[in-house]
């Protein structure tokens, strides 16, 4: 089916691993983001890509590591988890008109 | 960085009720969107406005842009069960801001309660 999609939906971890959340689209877009989303603070833009192999900084992007080798995937690696990144991560993707297209977000844990 | 300040943070009516959420800034927006998250989902897109003074209708919301492109908001006209969600205004600017354009507030959690 066209569209976004996340996975995992739910990752539970310690502090210190490194985690991998996954990003799919199916529609060529060529931006795509990933978004952290915390009471109090809302949705806050992590690092994004305008293409493949083209990837900057966000608002809040200490700690995650991206890469976009192929233009339908944008993974989030966080590289050794914090207690202070736990919170829902959503990815998006700008379609023509400037919409954003989310995933059904990434609800991680770290203990 | 720019910021995009929605007001109120927290909303509870009851089903029939008439409600406005706002978004403002400082600075002159270039475009604005309004989204829609409902729990456990992504944020999906409600309307985008650009021009100053525009008005745009999508059955009971109305959404306005202000004249001189700093505030927008967003009127429900009798509120029903299913209106329930946080509601998030995101902002572009014309110049200055974030590495990207759009900068999203913290969002307005509607509750309507039947």
Known sequence: DAGITQSPRYKITETGRQVTLMCHQTWSHSYMFWYRQDLGHGLRLIYYSAAADITDK??????????????????????????SQTSVYFCASEGNTGELFFGEGSRLTVL | ?????????????????????????????????????????????????????????????????????????????AAQPGDTGLYLCAGAWESGGSNYKLTFGKGTLLTVNP
């Open chain 1, 58 to 83: 966000g608002e809040v992007p200490d700690g995650y590591v991206v890469s976009r080798s192929k233009t339908e995937n944008f993974p989030l690696t966080l590289e050794s988890a914090t207690r």
């Open chain 2, 1 to 77: 960085t720019q910021l995009l300040e929605q007001s109120p943070q927290f909303l509870s009516i009851q089903e029939g009720e008439n409600l406005t959420v706002y978004c403002n800034s400082s600075s002159v927006f270039s475009s604005l969107q309004w989204y829609r998250q409902e729990p456990g989902e992504g944020p999906v897109l409600l309307v985008t406005v650009v021009t100053g003074g525009e008005v745009k209708k999508l059955k009971r919301l109305t959404f306005q842009f202000g004249d001189a492109r700093k505030d927008s908001s967003l009127h429900i006209t």
